[in-house]
């Protein structure tokens, strides 16, 4: 049969069985519209959580953790954990799938901070500052204004004994064991997203501070302040004098340390050595490895893993598999719907093709084929599902605007809070679209059948 | 044109067998005009749904335009009924929902190739004198009307064979009697090859040929 003939068909039936056709489309467009909501709310969520709080696309590998040291470890020093070498980086590279693995260099020294008077008014400090070092090359792509992230004696001033032989804003670079120094910016700190999210959500309110909001990060750029070196509230580096060094907000990054700062490594290098010795130096603290997708993730684990490295934070992968298992179960209430919707459709059918057993003969008389018959129901069982799959679409829609707007205005403020909890991606659309003609297809299959098995002479004598 | 030799039909499950056909041979020829007569009950419905392709169920042979109809699958045989047979029906059998002209229409829609066949359907449709009734719902015709729209529809595809089941049975006497008018001057001005199956004497006396079924059974040879 002709397309057109099929078209012109359905097209007859849509208008004349109206009534029957939209009570079946009308659980069609519920189950689709249930799908295709918890699949956006889904992918919404997920979106959020696995591409900003826990990357789902990256990993933290680091050596294991060491057990307790005891007594004697406090007293005489446990050397520090083991670091990674650059040949497991290379190794890690060579996976499959891993786009990069970035080498991280974490503080062996305690640390503590101080500034923030530009933006906050006055100065504010932590006792204990974490941080670490990654290579500046791997922020190529990333805008820091004006601010350069590299080390700063790559490009050393004047000699210098302390910092009133340097014009402000320098410092003078001076290790605790050495005569004489040379004057330096101040060192270029990169901080994180979820950093600036904690601190405007949780710290910023407990503390009456406002918060910086990631658009206000632009004003914090270029504020300096003080670093404090081999001394924290916990104690004082085993070697090295501690020092004040100055550094300088660079801007937000994708690659700086969750919680704490991220400085050039050949910094990071260069104190460790000083406070922490050369062991502290040589080898890295942890690798970032960065994967196409979550599968190549679980080839980075395995090779890390005979590397003798293990996972830093199993989150995302816990994230994952709750949000997937949840996903899982409220599709499956929107499979329900379907399948009820599709048995719907073919008690209507089963109906339909009853009736019409007089016209299906006819047609039938008139050269219609058995394949054409079958056609002809499941073509208006598909434009009865495309048509329902449309209006549970534009429910979907609207019931998602509708939350967020309540999520917007009831929710309070929280870290990571995001402007919609939904994802519509094109192929949600078509697939919504597409499993309502499936299902409405499926529930006619039998009955489609029966149309095509209509015995003529039978049907047109009236028996 | 048709050839059918010793055709049977059986009704019924094993317990309780009954023959609506039992043994029929009979053959049509181009241009013929054949009633098929008989009563009530004598297989004369049967027989035309054999031949017209619309009931395989049968034990004999039968040979239809040249091709032996059982070693034909669906497909060809809906073409071959589409494109070569016309059914007219006791019952009219036309589609409430459509309108005269779109019933005339309905075998264009499984008619792949065969163009626009709507100047045709006008043309039949002035030919049975219902051509200003055509956007009308077949509901408000009156029953030598429907059966008028029939007759276009079956012709619409220009069949060799026109295979008519008791087409005055439901029009009275002066309606049926204009049909049989309608019959007779088709197959003299078209040379349509029409084989009609009636209890009436009326349709048997337009008819070149006459063929009595009873009990299943050619009744005394042909006539």
């Known amino acids: 049969m002709r397309l057109g003939a099929l078209s012109t068909l359905i097209r007859r039936d849509l208008r004349r069985t109206r009534g029957a056709l939209v009570t079946s489309g009308f659980g069609i467009a519920a189950g689709t519209a249930a799908l295709v909501f918890f699949l956006a709310l889904g992918l919404g969520v997920r979106a959020v959580l696995l591409g900003e709080v826990f990357p789902i696309d990256q990993i933290e590998l680091e050596p294991p953790k060491q057990g307790d040291p005891g007594l004697l470890g406090l007293l005489v020093g446990s050397g520090g954990p083991p670091g990674i070498g650059e040949g497991s980086v290379r190794d890690l590279a060579m996976v499959p799938g891993v786009l990069s693995v970035d080498p991280r260099l974490r503080f062996a020294f305690p640390s503590s901070g101080r500034g923030g008077k530009e933006i906050f008014g006055h100065d504010v400090g932590t006792s204990e500052l974490l941080g670490d070092g990654i290579e500046p090359s791997l922020t190529r792509g990333e805008s820091f204004g004006s601010i350069a992230f590299e080390d700063p004696l790559t490009h050393p001033g004047a000699a210098c004994a302390d910092d009133g032989g340097c014009a402000a804003p320098q410092y003078c670079e001076r290790p605790s064991d050495a005569a004489a120094g040379a004057c330096s910016d101040p060192v270029p700190v990169l901080v994180s997203r979820y950093l600036v999210e904690i601190f405007d959500k949780s710290i910023a309110p407990a503390h009456g501070l406002p918060p910086i909001g990631e658009t206000l990060v632009g004003r914090a750029q270029g504020v300096t302040f003080a670093l404090r070196l081999g001394e924290s509230l916990l104690g004082r580096a085993k070697s090295g004098e501690p020092r004040t060094v100055r550094a300088r907000v660079a801007g937000v990054s994708r690659r700086a340390v969750d919680l704490g700062i991220t400085l050039p490594l050949s910094v990071v290098r260069r104190w460790n050595r000083e406070y922490a010795g050369a062991g502290a130096a040589d080898s890295f603290s942890s690798v970032v490895v960065r994967a196409k997708d979550a599968s190549a993730i679980g080839l980075a684990l395995e090779r890390g893993k005979a590397l003798g490295l293990e996972p830093h934070d199993t989150r995302a992968r816990d994230v994952s598999v709750l949000i997937t298992g949840v996903m899982a179960l409220l599709s499956l209430v929107a499979a329900v719907i379907l399948v009820v919707s599709a048995s719907n459709i073919a008690y209507t059918f089963r109906v339909l093709v009853s009736e019409r057993r007089a016209e ?69 659309w078509a697939a919504g679209l597409g499993f309502a003609a499936l299902f409405a297809a499926l529930g006619a299959f039998r009955p489609a059948r029966r149309a095509s098995r209509v015995e003529p002479a039978a049907a047109l004598s009236g028996s | 044109m048709i050839r059918a030799t010793g055709l049977r039909k059986l009704y019924g499950d094993a317990r309780a067998r009954r023959a609506a056909l039992d043994g029929v041979d009979f053959s049509v020829e181009p241009g013929d005009f054949v009633a098929v007569l008989g009563p009530s009950g004598s297989g004369k419905s049967t027989l035309l749904a054999i031949l017209g392709g619309l009931d395989r169920d049968y034990e004999g042979r039968l040979e239809i335009f040249g091709s032996e109809l059982r070693g034909l699958g669906d497909a060809a045989l809906a073409r071959l009924r589409g494109a070569r047979i016309g059914f007219i029906f006791q019952a009219f059998h036309l589609l409430s929902h459509l309108s005269v002209i779109d019933n005339v229409l309905a075998p264009s829609l499984f008619a792949e190739g065969a163009g626009d066949l709507r100047l045709r359907a006008l043309a039949l449709l002035d030919r049975v004198g219902l051509v200003d009734r055509r956007d009308d719902p077949p509901t408000e015709l009156s029953g030598g009307q429907r059966q008028r729209v029939s007759i276009a529809r079956a012709l619409l595809r220009k069949p060799d064979l026109v295979l008519c089941d008791e087409p005055t049975g439901n029009l009275d006497a002066e309606t049926g009697e204009r049909i049989v008018d309608l019959f007779r001057e088709l197959h003299v001005e078209e040379k349509l090859t029409l084989v009609a199956v009636t209890h009436e004497e009326r349709l048997a006396r337009a008819a070149t040929r006459t063929v009595r079924l009873r009990a299943g059974k050619i009744d005394g040879g042909e006539a």
């Open chain 1, 360 to 428: 299906i003969a006819l047609y039938r008389a008139v050269g219609a084929t058995g394949a054409d018959m079958r056609a002809w129901m499941l073509g208006l069982a598909a434009a009865v599902g495309l048509v329902g799959g449309a209006a549970g679409l534009v429910i979907a829609r609207a019931l998602a605007l509708l939350t967020d707007e309540i999520a917007a205005r009831k929710l309070p403020d929280f870290p990571f809070k995001p402007a919609s909890f939904f994802a519509f991606p094109p192929w949600l």
